[in-house]
């Protein structure tokens, strides 16, 4: 399948573990995102723009051996790191599939993937996913009616942390993400018990909650 993939993340894949503020910045969101899942053993998950993998631990951990996490990236280059990192760790419940998330459903009916999961999780993807709206309207029609949807992601620091928005801005554009998008308010408008986050001084917020 044809499709546009992600220039930032093809040359930056390699690097993008060490440069990316994992520990420091980015981690507490993907921690809160994936509490938020409220997954369970057995339960399968889409990761949508799963780059490297770094979610896979906390999403296999929550969901153990008999579940599965399917990571869906536009870039060919994370997931070659991704699976990397799942060979190394020895994961044989993790599939990954290359594909425009905005065209979800034709590449997981192409890769004969569920029909329905029981949770989704963005992390740090839909600032950054060309035809965001798109995709994430093609992964929620993939949760199942009582499954939970988690979108992570970043927004201008507030307060006394206000001091790093010129870092978040040089950040963002290095990454390629729209800062000014709200992705999670998505989710907060279109599913129930819904849950909303800000951690990092208001420069990560989490917005949760169960498909219809
Ligand atoms: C900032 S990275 C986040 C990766 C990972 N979720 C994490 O938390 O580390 C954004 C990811 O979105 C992917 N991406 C960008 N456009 C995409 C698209 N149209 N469809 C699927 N993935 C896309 C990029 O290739 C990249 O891996």
Known sequence: MKFQRPARYTGGARLYDV??????????????????????????????????????????????????????????????????????RGWGNVRLVEADAARLDAALAASSSPPLFDAALFAYSLSIIENWRDAYAQTLARVRPGGRLAVVDMALPVGRWQALSPLVRLACFTGGADITRAPWTLALQTTTATSHHVVRGGHIHIGAGTRP
């Open 19 to 88: 440069v990316s503020g994992e520990r420091p910045v980015y981690r507490a969101g993907r921690v809160v995102g994936v509490e938020e899942l409220q997954l369970r053993p057995g339960d399968r998950v889409l990761d949508v723009g799963c780059g490297t993998g770094l979610n896979f631990p906390l999403l296999l951990d929550a969901v153990g051996p008999a579940g599965a996490v399917i990571g869906v990236d536009a870039s060919g280059s994370m997931l070659s790191r991704a699976r990397v990192r799942v060979a190394k």
